[in-house]
């Protein structure tokens, strides 16, 4: 089991990123996929959930500003992150649930203020 994290970077206050995770060694279509953040010296936070039909989950503090997506023909979930805030700024991880709990390895949001 892989999962491959992409597209953060450096943005400023109110602007947008576009987080992409690839995966792959699962069957990726019935399966939640979640992404969660986490900012150094503070717990990791589950931000996103989808499930296999695309009902998607959001913690209130991005609700109405992200959006989690999915694209089961590439293996791939995507975080829509609109006017973004430097509280936004962690490292967002996405992550599957199997037997056991896959990890990506990270990428890292920065939103300047």
């Known amino acids: 089991v892989q999962l491959q994290a992409s597209g953060g970077g450096l943005v400023q206050a109110g602007g947008s990123l576009r987080l992409s995770c690839t995966t792959s060694g699962y069957i990726f279509s019935v399966v939640t996929m979640y992404w969660y953040r986490q900012i150094p010296g503070k717990q990791r936070e589950l931000v996103a959930t989808?499930?296999?039909?695309?009902?998607?989950d959001y913690v209130d503090a991005v609700k109405g500003r992200f959006t989690i997506s999915r694209d089961n023909a590439k293996y791939t979930i995507y975080l829509q992150m609109n006017s973004l805030k430097p509280e936004d700024t962690a490292v967002y991880f996405c992550a599957v649930r199997l037997k056991t709990d896959y990890w990506g390895q990270g990428t890292l949001v920065t939103v300047s203020s």
């Open positions: 989808i499930r296999p039909g695309g009902t998607p």
